[in-house]
């Protein structure tokens, strides 16, 4: 059974740092990877998504990563602001195209950026 | 706009009485499913369906229904709910687009307590 893990659990940081938010999956067979923002009371919003052949996608300030073999994903936030504190979920897609639409999800990193 | 919405966004009931959850999306997606969210347990997968009258059971589907007789919606049925049922319902449909295979878009969620 695939499982996913997020290290920091939560990350307090000054406003302007760059910061790096960790993921790691048990099965490397995934078919891809999302990275998604939750905001307190709120749904998620997608951030990035990597398909299993890709080993990067890059938006705006965001940039993950996907290193399938060692089962590991980071989002790396550049010039962080306050705006970005949210808890950030990682979720993997499973392994064929017919089911990727399942997904298992971390349990996030709570980002704080303080000003 | 593209969206998901599910309705209620909030619900308190009695064990017992049967409630259901609305979810529906205007992008016109083949797939769409259900999530519950609970601290320390992150976000898991009640139900799926990967087409009109298609549906299949997630990670945690015991004590909850679905039905999906039209694309755009996908209610979530709790015939008699219990307060370990209280939790943050996610409804999310995915794309199939050839690009973003497996992007998930989520809704605003619905907060359920089950007194």
């Known amino acids: 059974k695939q499982e996913v893990t997020q290290i920091p659990a939560a990350l307090s940081v000054p406003e302007g740092e760059n910061l790096v938010l960790n993921c790691s999956f048990t099965d490397s067979a995934i078919y891809n990877l999302q990275w998604f923002r939750q905001d307190p009371g709120k749904g998620l919003t997608s951030l990035l998504l990597?398909?299993?052949?890709?080993r990067e996608q890059t938006s705006g300030r965001l940039n993950a990563s996907l290193d399938k073999s060692s089962g590991r994903s980071t989002l790396y936030i550049a010039a962080s602001q306050p705006g970005d504190s949210a808890t950030y979920l990682c979720?993997?897609?499973?392994?064929?195209?017919?089911?990727?639409?399942?997904?298992?999800f971390g349990s996030g990193t709570q980002l704080t950026v303080l000003p | 706009e593209a969206q998901v919405t599910q309705n209620p966004r909030y619900l308190i009931t009695v064990t017992g009485k049967k409630l259901t959850v609305t979810c529906s999306q205007n992008?016109?997606?083949?797939?769409m499913s259900w999530y519950r969210q609970d601290p320390g347990l992150g976000l898991r997968q009640i139900y799926y369906?990967?087409?009109?009258?298609?549906?299949d059971k997630g990670d945690v589907p015991e004590g909850y229904k679905v039905s999906r007789k039209e694309k755009r919606n996908f209610p979530l049925i709790l015939e008699s709910p219990s307060p370990n049922q209280t939790s943050l319902y996610f409804c999310?449909?995915?794309?199939?687009?050839?690009?973003?295979?497996?992007?998930?878009?989520f809704g605003p969620g619905t907060r359920l307590t089950v007194t």
């Open positions: 992008m016109n997606h083949e797939y």
């Open positions: 990597i398909q299993s052949s890709q």
């Open positions: 999310a449909s995915c794309s199939r687009g050839t690009t973003r295979l497996g992007e998930q878009y």
């Open positions: 369906s990967m087409n009109v009258e298609v549906t």
């Open positions: 979720a993997v897609g499973k392994g064929s195209s017919g089911s990727a639409r399942q997904l298992t």
